[in-house]
Structures are given as C-alpha cells and as structure tokens.
C-alpha cells in the first residue's frame, strides 16, 4: 500500500510538473510578444528595435524600449533602461526572483548589469554572435565572477535562448526593413537557439518528477520481490 502511494505521488508530482513548465512556456512566449510590441514602438520612434520586459511572480515589474537616440545616451539599452526601472519600482538594485525578457540576446554591456542585478533568468529570441553577452561573450553564464566576488554577484542565471526566434525576426522585418537588411547583411543576429555554449547545470521541474517517480518504481519492484517493509 505505501509503494503503490508514493508511485501514485510521484506520477502525479510529475504531471504538476509537466503543466508547470507549460504554464512558464506559455509567459515565457507572452512577454517575448510583448518586447516584440515594445520593439516596434521603438523603432517608430526612430530608435533601434529593441524591447525588454522584466518580471517578477508572473507580473510584469518594467519594461522599456531602447532610448539611445532620445536621451542622446549610448548607455540606454532596452535592457539598462528595464533594469534601472525595476530597480526604482522594487526600491532595491538586487533583482533577485525577475526574469528579463528581450527580443534580442543581451549586449555585453547589458549582460553585466543583468549578472550584478542578480537576476534569476534571462530569455531572449534572436542570437547575437558579434555582441551577445552570452554568444560572443559568455559573461551571463561566467561563473569566476561569483567565485571572485561572491558578495555582489550570485551564480549565473538561467538563460532561455531562441524563443519565438522566427517570429521575432519576422517582427523585426516588418517594423525596420532597412535595419533588418542591415543586421542580416552583417550577421549581427540568428534566427537560432544557443547551441554549443554550456549552460549553467539546473534540474527542470520535470526532470525532478521523473526522478520521484524512478525511484517510485525501484521502490515497488523491492517490495514485489519481498526486499522492502514497506506496506
């Protein structure tokens, strides 16, 4: 009787999962349409098409678009500007438990505040193999700087590469043709998941369910074969 519960807990542990991680999937796609929205009203206001959403507990804490040109900065990235936002709006620089969304990978620049910010996730569509802070340079997923100074910066965040990545190119086409065919004619961004860059080692929701549930199973087959007390 004790098997066949803990066999039944541990299946349904892993459905919860599983329906969990559609659940994130399905926000995760959400804020990315809504840089996407973000994006093109960046680009009508004659800056580059970029947007960032941060989040926290499934509500959105910021968002921004980039405002290089308007505040005659080069620092206002999409992301600095959703940073600093969020920042004021939680009264804290630490960001820990948001996700940053953006319809392209994170610059250098961007990706060190996002590590310093202590951000727990970072998700994006289209690559940037020239500028990304992951692709070109692996400062989201470069661990020496919590060993360094575990003080300001946490372990890495998880990065979620490649969502909605056709759509987001497609948006981007649409919005600002020139920059677009600029950007395509230079490589700048790829309409492709992260492939080949190590990933900070994390077990999903799912994966822990299915380990309930192996040992769920090892746990009947002792007992079937009277090498188990349980009843």
Request: glycine share 6%; with cysteine; net charge positive.
């Amino acid at each position: 009787m004790l098997c066949k519960k803990l066999f039944c807990a541990a299946v349904e542990s892993m459905i919860d999962a599983v329906m969990e991680g559609k659940a994130l999937q399905f926000f995760d796609e959400r804020m990315m349409r809504r840089c996407f929205a973000l994006a093109a009203r960046s680009a009508k206001q004659g800056e580059y098409p970029y947007g960032a959403v941060v989040t926290r507990n499934g509500e959105i804490v910021a968002e921004a678009t980039n405002r290089v040109a308007s505040d005659h900065d080069i620092t206002r990235h999409a992301e600095i500007v959703a940073l600093a936002a969020a920042q004021q709006r939680l009264g804290s620089t630490d960001l820990s438990g948001c996700t940053i969304y953006s319809n392209v990978e994170p610059c250098a620049l961007c990706s060190y505040a996002i590590r310093e910010s202590r951000l727990a996730r970072v998700v994006f569509a289209l690559r940037s193999p020239v500028m990304g802070g992951v692709s070109r340079w692996n400062i989201l997923n470069d661990r020496g700087l919590s060993t360094a100074i575990p003080e300001v910066f946490v372990q890495p965040p998880e990065v979620v590469p490649g969502v909605l990545a056709e759509e987001a190119d497609a948006t981007l086409r649409q919005v600002a043709p020139f920059a677009w065919a600029f950007i395509r004619a230079h490589g700048l961004l790829l309409v492709e998941p992260l492939n080949g860059v190590s990933q900070p080692a994390r077990r999903s929701h799912a994966l822990i369910g299915l380990l309930w549930l192996m040992r769920a199973l090892r746990l009947a087959l002792s007992n079937r074969f009277g090498r188990c007390d349980g009843k």
